[in-house]
C-alpha cells in the first residue's frame, strides 16, 4: 500500500492506495502545530480507523505547499512508517512540461492536479482546484503545462466579507435557490456561490479563446468545487480525488523500490 499526503494551506487529506485503487481517505487540519510523535499519532489512529494496518505501508508521497510543517511530517513517517517519504518538487519527475518562464514558481499541488487531469482525461485540458485558493491550469494536447490563473477561494472570499463587514454573520457556504436573496444570509451566499460560477463560466470561454482550444476539456476539484460544478454546464467532469489520484501517479514514475 502507497500512502499519499496532500499538504494545503487548510486541510492535509491523505489517501491509501493499493493496486492503482484509492482504498481509503481522511482529512485534517493544516493549521494546528504538532511534532513529529503527534502527526505519528494521528496518522496511526487515522490508517486503524479506516481499518489499514500502518505495518502494510509500504511506501509514501507528499505533495505540500505548507513548508513548515515538512520537518515534523516527513520525521513522523521516519520514525513510526520507518519510511523516508518522496516530497513533490523541483527534479521530480511527473512527465509534464512546463513551458514557463519560472517553472519552480508552479505550486506542487498544480502539478499533480495537472498530472492526474492530463493522464486520466487526456488533453488539452483544464484542471480548477477550489481549495484555500481557487486555481485554473491549461495543459495542451502534448502534455505541457502552458500556464494558469489564481483567484480567492470561496472560503476566503466569504471570510473577508464577515470579519471586514461588521454587521454581516458567518455563514455556512451553500447554494441558495435564487440569484437574488431575500434576507442577509442568502444575498451572501449568493454573491458567494452563483459569483463563483459566473467567475468559471468566464474565466473558462476566456481560456478557449485565447488558447484557441475549443475541445478543451474542463475538469475540477477541491472540497467546494462540488457545488459549483454541479451548477454549470462549463465544468465537464467533477474528481473529488483528483489530487490524490495525482500525487499518487507521479509516485509511479519515480520507479523507486518499497521496503
Known amino acids: 500500500m502507497i500512502l499519499t499526503l496532500d499538504v494545503g494551506n487548510t486541510n492535509m487529506t491523505g ?5 492503482d485503487e484509492i482504498i481509503a481517505t481522511f482529512r485534517m487540519t493544516t493549521k494546528i502545530p504538532r511534532t513529529s ?32 510543517v ?5 520525521s513522523a513517517m521516519i520514525k513510526y512508517l520507518d519510511i523516508k517519504p518522496i516530497i513533490v518538487g523541483p527534479g521530480i519527475k511527473t512527465g509534464l512540461r512546463i513551458q514557463l518562464p519560472n517553472p519552480q514558481q508552479v505550486g506542487a ?11 486520466l482525461y487526456g488533453g488539452p485540458v483544464l484542471v480548477m482546484d477550489y481549495g484555500t485558493a481557487t486555481t485554473y491550469d491549461l495543459v495542451d494536447e502534448t502534455g505541457t503545462f502552458v500556464g494558469g490563473i489564481t483567484a480567492p477561494g470561496i472560503a476566503i472570499s466569504a471570510k473577508a466579507l464577515w470579519e ?30 452563483y459569483g463563483q460560477i459566473g467567475q468559471a463560466e468566464y474565466l473558462i470561454k476566456k481560456v478557449k479563446e485565447e488558447s484557441g482550444l475549443e475541445n478543451l476539456k474542463v475538469v475540477a476539484t477541491g472540497g467546494l468545487g462540488r ?10 467532469i467533477y ?10 501517479l507521479v509516485y509511479k514514475k519515480q520507479n523507486r523500490r518499497t521496503k
Open 15 to 19: 489517501g491509501v492506495f493499493q493496486k
Open 37 to 68: 510523535d503527534e502527526y505519528g499519532m494521528v496518522l496511526f489512529n487515522l490508517l486503524h480507523q479506516n481499518q489499514i494496518n500502518p505495518a502494510d505501508i509500504e511506501d509514501a508521497i507528499i505533495c505540500s505547499v505548507v513548508p513548515d
Open 70 to 74: 515538512m520537518h515534523s511530517l516527513a
Open 109 to 119: 499541488d498544480r502539478i499533480v492536479d495537472a498530472v492526474a487531469a492530463y493522464e
Open 164 to 193: 471586514d463587514a461588521a454587521k454581516l454573520p458567518k455563514i455556512e457556504i451553500a447554494k441558495p435557490e435564487k440569484v437574488i436573496g431575500n434576507d442577509t444570509i442568502t444575498s451572501m451566499q449568493s454573491g458567494l456561490v
Open 227 to 236: 457545488i459549483i460544478s454541479e451548477s454549470t454546464d462549463a465544468i465537464d
Open 239 to 248: 474528481d473529488a480525488n483528483l489530487t490524490l489520484k495525482g500525487i499518487y
